[in-house]
């Protein structure tokens, strides 16, 4: 075991990037039950410093890791069993990287179904093919005659069976496969085409229509449009490596031919040469070409996950509008405007519908309730969502504030991605018994201007909607990627322990939702806590919970100062050393950075915390409970242009950063489509990755480069030089059915996975296996 934890260790330092000693000491805390947020935060001294980042990898690589091991020890012991193990093969197995390598040592040994090698060799064919391959000059078809029996009828059949044995070893043998796999990986092409006579119905698909690339170089996102045209039955697709070669032995051949000492020699080699050549066409070029394209897959859906995450974590770390009296507005036509107002804590005061648009056309009644709301409730923010109507019911509501004396409400186009989904949920139903489900979006709208992070976990991280082609990847991992970030998020703003709903108290590091429940029936049952202490009164909650929740909870105004503040209270010994070496009193202490930066960490330093804690500490009371979310601001959109037949090339206009892609950033200009800046449009220089220049929810400025209505495709740009967007910017889109305002997104079903492409009913089969 320890030799065990050792080279894991020794693994995962190299790829995250730190000491052997950090990784050991991280994983007796992860295993122990340690949460990341409370091991990046409250752990440093024993990991070295390592942080969320390195120790969500570490957490995916060790479980990746032991999975491996465990199948090693299987596959091991099952060929132990069977009484063929070698040293050689000891150390093969011992030594594999990666599941797929471990598989390919198994293959010889796997029990499997009889096969046609195996009738071959019952048939005494075996010594014919060990005599092929140990002689290049003998003639196959003479020594063939000698192995006619009953069952063997002719010298056609003795070499049928002959090559069947050879083909087996061929198949089974781990190093050429791996090889070849490398060689795939380098050469091979991914080959894109329509169906016939789907070129209409498949038209959001033409940019691949007749596509091909090199397997090695396809971004994720292009991978996956290909992946959900073939999906949609509207394109073939298939991986090859020889696909243009002219001469008549493939790369592939050779490369077996090599493995196999196969030259020219004789009859023998001429007929292994064919032999290498079907068995390459027969067998590996189909089981290669699945390989590719389950790591194509996967490599395409973990760039999507990624992407989806870091979106994920600039939503929900976006800037809070704060405590303020708050009209949600979610917008609709024939059905009418939903309105809720609530005060600054998010309890609602007021609900409505009005209907200012067709059928019913009541535009100056709406305009008088709304009015007549926001004097009564003194209404300070207006969030309009961003659905179908949106562009109309802003207008609306600029009309009637204009009409409005000052002070006037501050309007903000607010993204309702998820809404409709927590209006229909059981906590929605909950949290709101009397309300109708329509009229709960509205209210998670307002909130939401008020405190994204506090409203946000509500939703299912996945029906947030900010990732690309979301509903195409492994669900399962990216369910865990998202509620990774989810919890990271809410431990690094921290949570008032007196007002957090169950929701947002479930993500806190260590809590569960049985344990959430419990803190808010004690609060509710027992009055608002005083102290982080009297979580121990809460059922359930032990020692263990308590240490790994209490820093990341706060107790604004309560009897203990350093309970508003993220100093851990097994380190309030030290914070009040502090405190007594400046000679003050600690809450006039608190927010002192002139006096805080005499303070010479390394002298409070002891045998438990060192001086990152103590650093962590001079900095939370300089800053106490400090927010580490930006400040609030809005984007003004431009009046009359409400719909993409408005836009013109070379407008100037002012958008939300909506979505963040491998290959741009979708912003919203308030027309009900976003529009796209591609990566090579976000500044005057190279851009690598998009996130380096903007997140979501930043406002920025862009300039409108070309439109197309038909396909409701907007080419935008950040840059200052005038340069023109090149073609991928139209190209590159986000894709069929990834409009973030489809609120409806949420629910829709993953594509039905059929035997449609070149690689038919064997891919489909693949593609299903995650």
């Known amino acids: 075991m320890a030799e065990d934890l050792k080279t894991l260790s020794a693994t995962i330092a190299g790829e995250i990037k730190a000491r052997p000693d950090q990784v050991v000491a991280a994983i007796g805390l992860l295993d122990e039950g340690a949460t990341v947020p409370f091991i990046a935060r409250y752990r440093k001294e024993v990991t070295g410093g390592l942080d969320d980042t390195q120790l969500r990898e570490l957490a995916e690589r060790l479980t990746y890791l032991r999975e491996l091991n465990a199948r090693r020890k299987t596959i091991f012991d099952s060929i132990t069993g069977q009484d063929k193990m070698t040293d050689e093969l000891a150390v093969k197995i011992g030594s594999a990287t990666t599941k797929a390598e471990l598989e390919d040592l198994y293959l010889p040994y796997k029990p499997k179904r009889r096969t046609k090698a195996e009738i071959a060799r019952e048939r005494g064919l075996a010594p014919l093919a060990d005599a092929i391959l140990s002689d290049r000059a003998c003639d196959p078809a003479r020594l063939a005659e000698a192995y006619l029996t009953e069952e063997v009828a002719d010298v056609k059949a003795a070499l049928e069976g002959a090559r069947d044995i050879v083909a087996e070893q061929i198949t089974e043998n781990a190093d050429l496969l791996g090889r070849l796999r490398n060689d795939m990986r380098t050469r091979a092409f991914v080959y894109a085409k329509v169906v016939d006579g789907k070129q209409d119905a498949g038209e959001k698909f033409a940019d691949y229509f007749d596509h091909s690339e090199r397997w090695s170089n396809v971004p994720g996102h292009r991978a996956l449009a290909m992946l959900r045209g073939w999906n949609e039955e509207m394109l073939t697709l298939a991986i090859e490596m020889d696909k243009d070669e002219t001469a008549p032995i493939k790369p592939a051949q050779r490369t077996i031919a090599a493995a196999y000492d196969i030259r020219d020699r004789g009859p023998a080699d001429k007929w292994l040469m064919d032999v290498a050549g079907w068995t390459w066409r027969v067998k590996l070029s189909m089981s290669l070409s699945l390989d590719l394209m389950r790591e194509l897959r996967e490599r395409a859906e973990e760039e999507a996950i990624h992407v989806f995450a870091r979106n994920l974590k600039d939503l929900l770390l976006a800037a809070p509008a704060g405590s303020r009296a708050t009209m949600g507005l979610d917008p609709g036509i024939r059905t009418g405007v939903k309105?809720?107002?609530?005060?600054?804590?998010?309890?609602?005061?007021?609900?409505?519908?009005?209907?200012?648009?067709?059928?019913r056309n009541d535009v100056r009644g709406t305009q008088a309730e709304l009015a007549a709301l926001i004097r009564k409730h003194n209404v300070e923010l207006i969030a309009i969502g961003?659905?179908?109507?949106?562009?109309?019911?802003?207008?609306?509501?600029?009309?009637?504030?204009?009409?409005?004396?000052?002070?006037?409400?501050?309007?903000?186009?607010?993204?309702?991605?998820?809404?409709?989904?927590?209006?229909?949920?059981?906590?929605?139903?909950?949290?709101?018994?009397?309300?109708?489900?329509?009229?709960?979006?509205?209210?998670?709208?307002?909130?939401?201007?008020?405190?994204?992070?506090?409203?946000?976990?509500?939703?299912?991280?996945?029906s947030i909607g900010v990732g690309q082609y979301q509903h195409d990847v492994d669900q399962g991992k990216l369910g865990r990627s998202l509620d990774a970030v989810v919890e990271d998020a809410v431990n690094a703003v921290g949570v008032d322990l007196n007002t957090a709903s169950v929701p947002l108290l479930a993500r806190v590091s260590g809590l569960s939702n049985a344990i959430a429940e419990a803190i808010v029936t004690h609060r509710d049952q027992s009055g608002a806590f005083s102290s982080r202490k009297d979580l121990m009164s809460v059922p359930r909650l032990g020692a263990r919970t308590f240490e790994q929740c209490a820093g990341f909870l706060r107790i604004p105004n309560g009897k203990e100062p350093l309970d508003a503040s993220s100093v851990h209270p097994e380190a309030y010994g030290v914070a009040k050393k502090i405190v007594a070496a400046c000679g003050r009193d600690l809450r006039s202490l608190m927010g002192d950075s002139a006096t805080l930066k005499q303070v010479d960490p390394r002298q409070f330093i002891d045998d438990k915390f060192g001086l990152p804690t103590v650093r962590d500490i001079i900095a939370e009371l300089d800053k106490p409970g400090r927010d580490p979310r930006p400040s609030f601001k809005t984007a003004t959109f431009a009046e009359g242009i409400d719909e993409i037949t408005d836009l013109k090339p070379g407008m100037q206009l002012e958008g939300t950063v909506t979505n963040v892609a491998a290959f741009g950033a979708f912003v919203d200009i308030g027309v009900h489509q976003d529009g796209l800046v591609h990566v090579s449009q976000l500044?005057?220089?190279?851009?690598?990755?998009?996130?380096?220049?903007?997140?979501?929810?930043?406002?920025?400025?862009?300039?409108?480069?070309?439109?197309?209505?038909?396909?409701?495709?907007?080419?935008?740009s950040m840059r200052k030089d005038g340069g023109e967007a090149p073609p991928p910017s139209m190209r590159e889109s986000r894709g069929p059915g990834n409009n973030s305002r489809d609120k409806a997104r949420a629910n829709t079903e993953r594509p039905s996975q059929t035997s449609m492409g070149g690689l038919g009913a064997a891919l489909a089969e693949a593609m299903r296996k995650k």
């Open 339 to 359: 309105v809720a107002v609530i005060d600054g804590t998010g309890k609602v005061l007021d609900t409505t519908t009005v209907y200012p648009f067709p059928p």
């Open 386 to 462: 961003n659905g179908t109507g949106s562009r109309e019911t802003e207008k609306l509501v600029a009309d009637m504030l204009a009409a409005l004396p000052a002070p006037k409400p501050t309007k903000v186009i607010v993204s309702e991605a998820g809404a409709s989904v927590y209006s229909a949920s059981a906590l929605a139903a909950k949290e709101f018994p009397g309300l109708d489900v329509s009229l709960r979006g509205a209210v998670s709208i307002a909130r939401r201007l008020q405190d994204p992070l506090a409203e946000l976990v509500k939703i299912e991280p996945k």
């Open 683 to 716: 500044a005057d220089r190279f851009v690598k990755d998009p996130h380096e220049v903007v997140k979501a929810g930043d406002v920025v400025k862009v300039r409108v480069v070309e439109v197309d209505v038909k396909r409701k495709r907007i080419a935008l």
